[in-house]
């Protein structure tokens, strides 16, 4: 795959498949609060006096009513007992309307709301409310929006004796309070997920980085290793450290036989190290050595005539090492001496025939002078 690409798709991936486990969580995290909602309007349901829900006429005459203001004040101590309840209430069938028979909100609420009057119908009721009257089955429903706000509720029936079905209860949390706690529940995947994306990418990025830096190593060591030039890395003390193919074919030696030798042992005619002396000045000028000609000694005792070039390596500011390339051009010096002779040669040539032109002048002057002094 294109580095690029995987860059991007690794992550991508990372991040799909933690929100996908984020929305399991949600989806489970969700379940169980329901659940335990249910648990709680369940409970809630079994200790309600049913003949008190007998008792009630479904119409502001309850006000008054004993029975209301127990059921009133039960299911606001009710309230208190399981967190973020905003709203308990019993409601009734009554014809194909259902209204409020006792509405009740917990005091830990400051932001009180107005409370539905005792047969104040239920305007927005929905058809899983309706429906709830003729079955005995606790559901939890929403979010869902009425004159109140939107919420999730938990909402159960109450049967009396005789197993008919007398009212409905229900517990109301704000759609915005439960979603919090979902989000906070989600928190820890969310940045998890997060971190791992972030992670990956940078795992991802730095493989391709190490793999394209190596891949320039192996290529920078290709061509070292299949130059024709000689190239050697020596020490700080002047022991080869790499000898390549090129260094190999100029001098003879192998790497096993060069690598830990002196270089001056190695390839140094006799004791001549003026040049020697300027390659490892060169840490201390901060230069390069650049086509210095230099004359070597081969494994067979053969010299010859190189172009070198040195530079000094830096690991974190230490200096460690110098890489020394040297190009063999024995024969282009050979070619130079033979022109230089010849060269030579035809200066001296040159200056016989001038001399012998001079000394052809030099006689013809004496014969005249000779002639002129018999003629006297």
Known sequence: MNPRLSNIFVPFLVAILGLAYGAYQYRSYDDGRRQ?????????????????????SANQSDLINSSYLRLK???TNMGESYPFVRYLYLMRLVGDQIVFLVDTQPPRFTDTAELAMPGEIYEDAQESLFRLFSQDHPVTVGPETDKWGTFVSALTTVTDKQGNIIAVIGADIESSNWDRQVYLHLLPTLFFTLFSSLLS???????????????????L?????????????????GVVMTWNQGAIAIFGYTA??????????????????????????LPTNGQQLVNHKAIRRTKTGKMVVLLVSATP???NGEFIGTTVIGKDITQDAGKESVL??????????????VDREIEMVNLKNKIKELEAS???
């Open 313 to 315: 390596i830096y690991q």
């Open 201 to 219: 990418f940078f795992l991802v990025s730095s493989y391709h980085k190490r793999q394209q830096y190596q891949q320039k190593l192996e290529h």
């Open 36 to 56: 335990n909602l249910i648990q709680y309007i369940t409970t809630v349901r079994t200790s309600l006096n049913v003949d008190h829900i007998n008792s009630l």
């Open 73 to 75: 004040q039960q299911l």
């Open 374 to 376: 018999r003629k006297k």
């Open 221 to 237: 060591a290709l061509v070292l290793e299949t130059s024709h030039d000689a190239i050697a890395t020596i020490s700080p003390d």
């Open 340 to 353: 230089v002779a010849r060269n030579q040669e035809l200066e001296k040539l040159n200056q016989s025939m």
């Open 256 to 281: 096993t036989e060069a690598i830990g030798k002196k270089v001056t042992d190695l390839v140094y005619p006799g004791k001549q190290l003026d040049d020697y002396q300027k390659i490892y000045q």
